[in-house]
């Protein structure tokens, strides 16, 4: 059974930094993409930066420059650095991936999400 743990939330003035961390196991064979959104309240779920089966890296317009997105394949660990933040990325934020497991094919999975509050 894969699970997607997320940890790294938290509380934090503005202009702090937080790193987000999502580790996914089970009988994983394969991670093909990978990524975090967050979700505001009484909103749809957002894109914040993912890294696709190309390996290159997206952004969401609102936190270019201020937040990475990177990976440890080894681990199948994934991590978003998130500086500068401001209150208005206060959100629950969700870690996903795309992924293969020994028993069936591609399948999307999500972190339980975690709470980041930007507040003086």
């Known amino acids: 059974q894969v699970q997607l743990v997320e940890s790294g939330g938290g509380l934090v003035q503005p202009g702090g930094s937080l790193r987000l961390s999502c580790v996914a196991t089970?009988?994983?064979?394969?991670?093909?993409?990978m990524g975090w959104y967050r979700q505001f309240p009484k909103k749809q779920r957002e894109l914040v930066a993912a890294?696709?089966?190309?390996?290159?890296?997206i952004y969401a317009d609102s936190v270019k420059g201020r937040f990475t997105i990177a990976k440890d394949t080894a681990t199948n660990t994934w991590y978003l650095q998130m500086n500068t933040l401001k209150p208005e990325d206060t959100a629950v934020y969700y870690c996903?991936?795309?992924?293969?497991?020994?028993?069936?094919?591609?399948?999307?999975?999500w972190g339980q999400g975690t709470q980041v509050t930007v507040t003086s």
């Open positions: 996903s991936a795309a992924l293969s497991t020994h028993q069936a094919g591609t399948t999307d999975y």
């Open positions: 089970g009988s994983i064979f394969k991670i093909y993409a």
């Open positions: 890294i696709p089966s190309s390996g290159d890296t």
